[in-house]
């Protein structure tokens, strides 16, 4: 399973991030997926979740409805657009694959810098 996450950089504080996941080596609509992200000094915590078709999402509450994820499994793609980014958002993003209710598979993860 390889799960490849791209898109991230340096934005400044209110501006706009699209990350992308590609997947292979697994039945990418089979799966739940989601992104977690680890902050400089933190530990690595959850983002979103999607479900296997996209009709059901998740959110930390801490993001205040300013990310939306999105798939399409005709690509094995993942989509995180980040909106309205703030400093805190700063952290390496990774995408994961869902076991049974936990993640299984993880990418590399992709750099985001906010600067205020």
């Known amino acids: 399973v390889r799960l490849q996450a791209s898109g991230g950089g340096l934005v400044q504080a209110g501006g706009s991030l699209r990350l992308s996941c590609a997947a292979s080596?697994?039945?990418?609509?089979?799966?739940?997926m989601g992104w977690f992200r680890q902050s400089p000094g933190k530990e690595r915590e959850f983002v979103a979740h999607?479900?296997?078709?996209?009709?059901?999402?998740k959110y930390a509450d801490s993001l205040e409805g300013r990310f939306t994820l999105s798939r399409d499994n005709t690509k094995n793609a993942l989509y995180l657009q980040m909106n309205d980014l703030k400093p805190e958002d700063t952290g390496i993003y990774y995408c994961?694959?869902?076991?049974?209710?936990?993640?299984?598979?993880w990418g590399k993860g992709t750099l985001v810098t906010v600067s205020s």
């Open positions: 994961a694959s869902y076991g049974s209710a936990s993640p299984n598979y």
């Open positions: 080596g697994l039945t990418f609509s089979r799966y739940d």
């Open positions: 999607i479900s296997w078709s996209g009709e059901s999402t």
